[in-house]
């Protein structure tokens, strides 16, 4: 079945940086928009950022404009968060998921977590005041 494993999170302070990845196994890598999300305890899970299936068309949610960088490398079959200038308010679970719908745009996949088909575990980011 297929895989994805989320890694690079971890305890960071306060105007430091991360930088999260997601590998996948038993999928066409380049076939599916991929995302970034959050959840944090007590909350939905959040859009954070997703990609088009080719890399040319990224969103990024409003709060990580300018300082989240979302990209990846199908041929290594891996999707990356780069994150810096982190907050508190960043702190949560990470994941990464893949969606094989083609309608919506990249930014309004990002605002409907239903329509992924596979999730990583998660890779917990804290960020310390």
């Known amino acids: 079945q297929v895989q994805m494993v989320e890694s690079g999170g971890g305890l960071v302070q306060e105007g430091g940086s991360l930088r999260l990845s997601c590998t996948a196994s038993?999928?066409?890598?380049?076939?599916?928009?991929m995302g970034w999300f959050r959840q944090a305890p007590g909350k939905e899970r959040e859009g954070v950022s997703c990609i088009s299936m080719s890399g040319n068309i990224t969103y990024y949610t409003d709060s990580v404009k300018g300082r989240f960088t979302i990209s990846r490398a199908n041929a290594y079959n891996t999707l990356y968060l780069q994150m810096n200038s982190l907050k508190p308010e960043d702190t949560a679970m990470y994941y990464c998921?893949?969606?094989?719908?083609?309608?919506?745009?990249?930014?309004?996949?990002?605002?409907?977590?239903?329509?992924?088909?596979?999730w990583g575990q998660g890779t917990q980011v804290t960020v310390s005041s």
């Open positions: 998921g893949a969606t094989s719908v083609k309608g919506p745009t990249t930014a309004m996949i990002c605002a409907t977590p239903t329509v992924f088909d596979y």
């Open positions: 038993r999928l066409v890598f380049e076939d599916y928009r």
